[in-house]
């Protein structure tokens, strides 16, 4: 999923279509550090988990920090704090949603992902 800044994934998000958008908000760490490589291990993890497998998927990831998607980060009420820990993935279609946090966060995509899947080709 191509942007630029918050209000294009927003704008996205609101169109009304049947698309399934995973969003992966993190909080960026000091490269090398722990909080760095938590973040890599969840994406790379995610991709080869899920999104390899749903390539239909819209993906984007957000620096919860990064002020450019700060009307995003408020808009959908990330933790910012909670990031510091690990990531939050948002999975959503047609505005319907679960946020997920903590260290079940990749497998309970993947086990959410057929039903979302479904779901979008179904209407």
Same mark, same amino acid.
């Given at each position: 999923?191509e #942007?630029n800044?918050? &209000?294009?994934? +927003?704008?996205? +998000?609101?169109?009304?279509n &049947?698309n399934? $958008? /995973?969003i992966f908000? $993190?909080a960026?760490?000091? %490269?090398?550090s %722990? !909080?760095d490589a938590r973040?890599?291990? $969840? %994406?790379?993890t +995610?991709?080869t988990?899920v999104l ?5 998927? #819209?993906? *984007?990831?957000?620096? *919860?920090r990064?002020s450019?998607y %700060?009307e995003l /980060?408020? @808009?959908?009420? /990330?933790? /910012?704090?909670?990031l510091?820990?690990s990531?939050s993935? !948002?999975i959503m279609?047609?505005?319907?949603g ?6 079940? @966060?990749?497998?309970?995509?993947a ?5 979302? =899947? @479904?779901? =979008?080709k179904? =209407?």
């Amino acid at each position: 999923m191509e #942007h630029n800044n918050g &209000h294009e994934v +927003l704008r996205e +998000l609101e169109e009304g279509n &049947h698309n399934v $958008y /995973v969003i992966f908000f $993190y909080a960026e760490g000091v %490269e090398g550090s %722990e !909080l760095d490589a938590r973040n890599n291990d $969840y %994406e790379e993890t +995610l991709i080869t988990k899920v999104l390899d497998d749903y390539p239909e998927f #819209h993906y *984007a990831k957000i620096d *919860a920090r990064n002020s450019d998607y %700060e009307e995003l /980060v408020s @808009t959908v009420g /990330v933790n /910012v704090n909670e990031l510091q820990k690990s990531p939050s993935i !948002l999975i959503m279609e047609h505005g319907n949603g679960a946020w997920i946090h903590g260290p079940e @966060t990749i497998s309970k995509i993947a086990e959410y992902s057929p039903a979302y =899947s @479904t779901r =979008s080709k179904n =209407s």
